[in-house]
């Protein structure tokens, strides 16, 4: 199976050769207003408004877990890339 290479998309010619960055893409990342953030709000479903709502009373609020029993020292082996166990790494 071959492929035509006249029938790929091109990019642009001024485009970057890699966009990583939202910025790079031409999003704005400015914050929106306090007016303008609560009118995108409003224009959202009920549902989407009270999912939004949800998330950020869990961002705010202080979650009481309890401690963990035979847990590993040291930090996060999923959050901070490897496991590690009697001088073995792991790399998932």
């Known amino acids: 199976m071959s492929v035509d290479p006249d029938d790929l998309p091109q990019a642009a010619p001024d485009a970057p050769a890699c ?4 910025r790079d893409r031409g999003i704005d990342l400015t ?7 609560a009118a995108r709000r409003a224009a959202l479903p009920d549902v989407a408004r009270r999912a939004l709502d949800e998330a950020e009373a869990r961002r705010d609020g202080d979650l009481k877990l309890p401690p963990e029993l035979g847990g590993r020292n040291g930090p996060e ?12 790494a792991i790399d998932f």
């Open 19 to 22: 966009p990583t960055t939202p």
């Open 31 to 37: 914050p929106l207003s306090a007016e303008a953030e």
């Open 77 to 88: 082996p999923v959050r901070y890339g490897d496991w590690e166990l009697k001088g073995l």
